[in-house]
């Protein structure tokens, strides 16, 4: 008999289960509770549920940040945007086509993957320097979107190579073009994976920190993950009118993983993650 059908290997592992989902649930619902407090309900009743309820923490946090979640928007589409494209384009190349350097080319790819990202910083804002992006939206989204495209490419090459070849070969039989077999034939066999690196590059767009922080100044393309520490509000609103930022903040990506959690589970489990 396995162990995993007995009864009481089941009640151990759903209690531990059960614990990590507590442990993962219990920050996000003290943030959520004491965003509805002001000062004095956060000292007093830090613990409890409030009884009085301040929505206008989220009016007024809301008032201020919403033009920084437009950028964030927008930068974080950018950066899945651009690493998709680049990422199946060059995975379909790397799998198809038989070229000079091919595999250097590709391990050189694989290997800024490994590379830790504090030390890329300097240099990439060398860079950015140099081609005059400080405190652009451009600056912000091309580094993200070249280190996120290594990973990306790593994963969507061994998902094509995994890929019969007679479904290439069939299409070139009837003498479609390679840009057709590429979109008609490549693409929708890859939305699996397309899902995970979507999903992955939109949490590491959407929370980078230090990035921004080190290249933009001023308001005018500053990310909301930046601007929730600036919250105007009164003293009575205290940390409770910080927290509803966090929560508001937070909306967009939990309605994403809430929509994409089915194809995000499907790519994972269809052995996209598998070396």
């Known amino acids: 008999m396995k162990i995993n059908n007995q009864p009481g290997y089941r009640i151990v592992h759903g209690a531990v289960l059960a614990l990590l989902l507590a442990l993962t ?19 007093k009743q830090f613990w409890r549920v409030p009884t009085a309820l301040h929505w206008e923490n989220y009016a007024t946090a809301f008032r201020y940040l919403w033009p920084f979640l437009l950028h964030s928007v927008f930068i974080t589409a950018s950066i899945v945007l651009g690493v998709l494209v680049l990422a199946s384009t060059a995975a379909y190349a790397f799998s198809r086509f038989e070229f000079p350097g091919k595999e250097l080319l590709y391990i ?33 989204v091309l580094p993200p979107m070249t280190i996120g495209s ?26 479609a073009p390679e840009k057709t077999i590429f979109i008609r034939i490549a693409i929708p066999l890859l939305l699996p994976v397309v899902a995970v690196v979507a999903i ?69 489990t269809s052995g996209s993650l598998k070396g």
């Open 150 to 175: 290594t990973m990306a490419t790593m994963l969507m090459r061994e998902f094509f190579t995994n890929i019969p070849k007679s479904f290439f070969e069939a299409a070139e039989m009837e003498g």
């Open 200 to 268: 992955l590059n939109t949490m590491n767009g959407w929370n980078n920190f230090i990035w921004p922080l080190v290249i933009t100044s001023g308001d005018a393309v500053k990310p909301v993950v930046l601007a929730l520490g600036r919250i105007p509000g009164t003293i009575q609103q205290g940390l409770g009118l910080q927290l509803a930022g966090y929560v508001i903040a937070s909306i967009p990506l939990i309605a994403l993983f809430a929509v994409a959690n089915r194809a995000f589970v499907a790519g994972v």
């Open 108 to 140: 050189l790819i694989v290997m800024l993957f490994m590379i830790p990202g504090f030390l890329l910083l300097v240099p990439q804002f060398v860079l950015i320097k140099n081609m005059g992006l400080l405190n652009t939206f451009s600056g912000q």
């Open 25 to 43: 649930l219990f920050p996000f619902y003290m943030t959520l509770i004491n965003s509805l407090k002001d000062r004095v309900g956060i000292i």
